[in-house]
């Protein structure tokens, strides 16, 4: 099939030289496919809780410390909560619930959007979601994904393949 002769340079070259857009793309393309495929299970889930599950507020009947600083979380604690549910039933976390909190002082005050300032108190109420139908599953608003930092990850995403595409019907002429 071969007649024996070398192919030349430039056979398998489909575009013109390589720009810094292209590497671009292919590094968050790269970052994308390593990072997000352990992400995307948990946003799904979390998302479909916070859609069917009934919204309710979360005592707090036991706080401990959960170990050492964590760097960028805060310090750990575990949480237990309670919630009564529309319906009057009441509902505990089957386990505690690990909260971060940048600081140790009771009295630091909460930013509104950020990372919690303080400690959980005990008799705090906490928004939380409920799963009403099945095992009365608890899970804090707070320590769900944040939507809106996973969507600009999706968007950069689909940007760069649209980019890609894009890029690879629009080749150079080959000289």
């Not at 948990?42 to 401990?64: D, P």
């Not at 600083?69 to 750990?76: A, I």
């Not at 509902?91 to 959980?120: E, I």
């Given at each position: 099939?071969?007649?024996?002769?070398?192919?030349?340079?430039?056979?398998?070259?489909?575009?013109?030289?390589?720009?810094?857009?292209?590497?671009?793309v292919c590094v968050v393309i790269w970052l994308a496919l390593c990072w997000f495929p352990a992400d995307l299970p948990r946003l799904a889930r979390e998302?479909?809780?916070?859609?069917?599950?009934?919204?309710?507020?979360?005592?707090?009947?036991?706080?401990?410390?959960?170990?050492?600083?964590?760097?960028?979380?805060?310090?750990?604690?575990?949480?237990?909560?309670?919630?009564?549910?529309?319906?009057?039933?009441?509902?505990?976390?089957?386990?505690?619930?690990?909260?971060?909190?940048?600081?140790?002082?009771?009295?630091?005050?909460?930013?509104?959007?950020?990372?919690?300032?303080?400690?959980?108190?005990?008799?705090?109420?906490?928004?939380?979601?409920?799963?009403?139908?099945?095992?009365?599953?608890?899970?804090?608003?707070?320590?769900?994904?944040?939507?809106?930092?996973?969507?600009?990850w999706m968007s950069l995403i689909a940007a760069a393949l649209i980019y890609g595409a894009w890029r690879a019907r629009n080749l150079p002429p080959s000289?």
């Amino acid at each position: 099939m071969s007649s024996g002769k070398p192919p030349p340079p430039d056979a398998f070259r489909l575009s013109g030289p390589v720009t810094v857009t292209e590497v671009l793309v292919c590094v968050v393309i790269w970052l994308a496919l390593c990072w997000f495929p352990a992400d995307l299970p948990r946003l799904a889930r979390e998302r479909w809780i916070a859609i069917t599950g009934t919204s309710v507020q979360a005592t707090v009947t036991g706080v401990t410390s959960g170990g050492e600083r964590v760097p960028k979380r805060g310090h750990p604690f575990l949480v237990t909560l309670e919630a009564q549910l529309p319906d009057g039933r009441q509902v505990r976390t089957p386990a505690p619930v690990t909260l971060f909190s940048m600081s140790l002082d009771p009295d630091a005050r909460d930013a509104h959007g950020g990372q919690r300032q303080r400690p959980p108190l005990l008799g705090e109420t906490l928004a939380a979601y409920a799963d009403a139908r099945g095992a009365g599953r608890l899970v804090l608003e707070e320590a769900l994904m944040r939507l809106g930092f996973a969507l600009s990850w999706m968007s950069l995403i689909a940007a760069a393949l649209i980019y890609g595409a894009w890029r690879a019907r629009n080749l150079p002429p080959s000289p």
